[in-house]
């Protein structure tokens, strides 16, 4: 199968980046060096949305993508009272940070319905989801209008299941990733299998062009990755500290930091497996926390915007791969061409 990845001039696509990184001018910045420019559709309202699409294509007239949460909203009965114990454990340092936790908002809040169609209506080059496998249906809508759809997947089980929508491309995520684990199971442990790995067992299995990620901050890894059969690598932490992207402050001071010096897999910023640097939130809060995504995001948001206003590097969550002390403050452009060498 083809996909528009083939016909790239460099083969890198600039990894979606929800919570306000994955701007406009990001996303633009990475097609126009040749690479796939990727939105971020996670957390934004539909009208936020659709005004990242609009903006992109004014900036650029290359081709990007969008990336959409499929929603898995954790069962109420089930999780109720953890979160609540938890929110009550939040209380005292929300206290001192002059906020009050977040309350939890059962169901899907993240407006699914409402992105479908704005993607069918807007018709980006490409739109991936994460966290799940889209509908068949879905699928069939966003390809009869000209979109091609990648899925993200974390192991072979997961991949075999995404073969059933038959998606133009599989986005192989592995343990090294920064942010979010893509398992489509919130609640499961998700595969400790780094890219290399994925694309060892996942490639003979199947004949769509596979997109590998994790831990890609070199020329090296980029060669490794094609090498081993992937046709385009998906970079996050590459760019965290690109000029255009929209990292906060308090952020880029934290992979700056010396003193933090290990990246761990937590869930204790969101109730989802996450790749991050090590703080004292994680300290905290590790192993207290019911696997209920996106409630628990919903509790500690409140928080972890005081902290990252405050400029407190152990209050906030510091997304980072396992190349996070390659990443480089310079134009995305710049990045991106250096990375594909
Ligand atoms: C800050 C941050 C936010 C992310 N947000 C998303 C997202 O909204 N959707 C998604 O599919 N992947 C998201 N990812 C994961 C990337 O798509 C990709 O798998 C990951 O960045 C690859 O690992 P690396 O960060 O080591 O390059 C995010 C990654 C980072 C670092």
Not at 43 to 60: G, I, K, M, S
Not at 164 to 193: F, K, N
Request: proline share 7%.
């Amino acid at each position: 199968m083809t996909s528009l990845l083939t016909a790239l001039d460099l083969p890198i696509v600039g990894a979606p980046m929800a919570g306000g990184i994955s701007t406009p001018l990001l996303a633009a910045a990475v097609s126009d060096a040749g690479g796939l420019g990727m939105l971020a559709a996670g957390y934004r309202t539909p009208e936020q949305l659709a005004a990242d699409l609009v903006h992109t294509r004014d900036l650029t007239q290359r081709p990007f993508g969008v990336n959409l949460f499929i929603p898995r909203p954790p069962a109420r009965a089930r999780h109720e009272a953890a979160v609540s114990d938890f929110r009550d454990r939040l209380i005292p340092e929300a206290q001192a940070l002059g906020v009050a936790p977040g309350h939890p908002s059962w169901g899907d809040t993240d407006h699914w319905a409402d992105k479908v169609l704005l993607v069918e209506t807007l018709r980006p080059a490409v739109v991936s989801c994460t966290f799940g496998v889209p509908p068949a249906h879905v699928v069939g809508r966003w390809r009869a209008a000209g979109i091609e759809v990648h899925v993200t997947v974390t192991s072979l089980a997961e991949a075999r299941d995404a073969l059933a929508v038959q998606p133009d491309v599989l986005v192989l995520q592995g343990h090294e990733a920064g942010a979010h684990r893509a398992t489509h199971d919130p609640e499961a442990e998700p595969e400790v299998i780094d890219h290399l790995g994925l694309l060892e067992v996942v490639a003979p299995e199947v004949d769509v062009p596979l997109v590998a990620a994790g831990g890609i901050t070199t020329a090296g890894d980029v060669r490794r990755a094609l090498d081993a059969g992937a046709a385009a690598v998906q970079v996050g932490t590459a760019l965290l500290l690109a000029t255009e992207a929209g990292t906060s402050q308090t952020h880029r001071a934290a992979l700056r930091d010396p003193s933090l010096t290990e990246r761990v897999t937590t869930r204790a910023f969101t109730g989802r497996t996450a790749g991050a640097v090590r703080n004292a939130f994680v300290d905290r809060h590790e192993g207290h926390v019911p696997p209920a995504f996106p409630v628990v995001d919903q509790l500690t948001k409140p928080l972890r915007r005081a902290a990252a206003d405050a400029g407190d590097v152990h209050g906030i969550h510091i997304w980072a791969g396992s190349g996070w002390r390659a990443a480089q403050e310079r134009p995305a452009g710049e990045i991106v061409r250096e990375l594909a060498g």
